[in-house]
T-cell receptor, first 111, second 113 residues
Framework: GEDVEQSLFLSVREGDSSVINCTYT??????LYWYKQEPGAGLQLLTY?????DMKQDQRLTVLLNKKDKHLSLRIADTQTGDSAIYFC???????????FGAGTRLTVKP | KAGVTQTPRYLIKTRGQQVTLSCSPI?????VSWYQQTPGQGLQFLFE???????NKGNFPGRFSGRQFSNSRSEMNVSTLELGDSALYLC????????????FGQGTRLTVV
């Protein structure tokens, strides 16, 4: 089946930029998402990008999509301790209604 | 605008019992999807409903079922509970399809003992 892969851990210092990477295999993916999950909480939609775009910026968040390499990244500028959470990459194809998620990247922000 | 509401937040059940979880989507949203989250398997798709019809189903046994009502509220049911069903069950709400923006509830944490 199609896979979505992410590295499991990332640690940065407060004020630095964080870059979380994701790769996927389904070439029919039409939308790609980043969700944030804090302890004991559900998933918070951070941003999403349509597959015909290569970049989307929203305040401190920048999403880059390399469709040829099936690589998605999320850059968080000026990372704060409140950004510590698990970040999930997800994708959905044009012909189905189920989102496929990566295993999540645990971001730890050190003061 | 109220978000996605899942009830109950926490549940403890015994093996062999059955359980029903509820999800009220964002007002105006007609698509409801259910996911199971476990430490070992991550987030896995259960099923998606739109206008009271199941449109898509994940790879789960028949013990897992769901339905959607005319007001778009959805329930999922798990019968003959097993220890491995212990998980966080998340519901996502979208306008028409999950393709654009899917908003998740806080989840129901089910513990099977």
């Amino acid at each position: 089946g199609e896979d979505v892969e992410q590295s499991l851990f990332l640690s940065v210092r407060e004020g630095d930029s964080s870059v979380i990477n994701c790769t996927y295999t389904d070439s029919s993916s039409t939308y790609l998402y980043w969700y944030k999950q804090e302890p004991g909480a559900g998933l918070q939609l951070l941003t999403y990008i349509f597959s015909n775009m290569d970049m989307k910026q929203d305040q401190r968040l920048t999403v880059l999509l390399n469709k040829k390499d099936k690589h998605l990244s999320l850059r968080i500028a000026d990372t704060q301790t409140g950004d510590s959470a698990i970040y999930f990459c997800a994708e959905i194809g044009n012909n189905n209604n189920d989102m496929r998620f990566g295993a999540g990247t645990r971001l730890t922000v050190k003061p | 605008k109220a978000g996605v509401t899942q009830t109950p937040r926490y549940l403890i059940k015994t093996r062999g019992q059955q359980v029903t979880l509820s999800c009220s989507p964002i007002s105006g949203h007609r698509s409801v999807s259910w996911y199971q989250q476990t430490p070992g398997q991550g987030l896995q798709f259960l099923f998606e409903y739109f206008s009271e019809t199941q449109r898509n189903k994940g790879n789960f046994p028949g013990r897992f079922s769901g339905r959607q009502f005319s007001n778009s509220r959805s329930e999922m049911n798990v019968s003959t509970l097993e220890l491995g069903d212990s998980a966080l069950y998340l519901c996502a709400s979208s306008l028409t399809t999950p393709n654009t923006e899917a908003f998740f509830g806080q989840g129901t944490r089910l513990t099977v003992v």
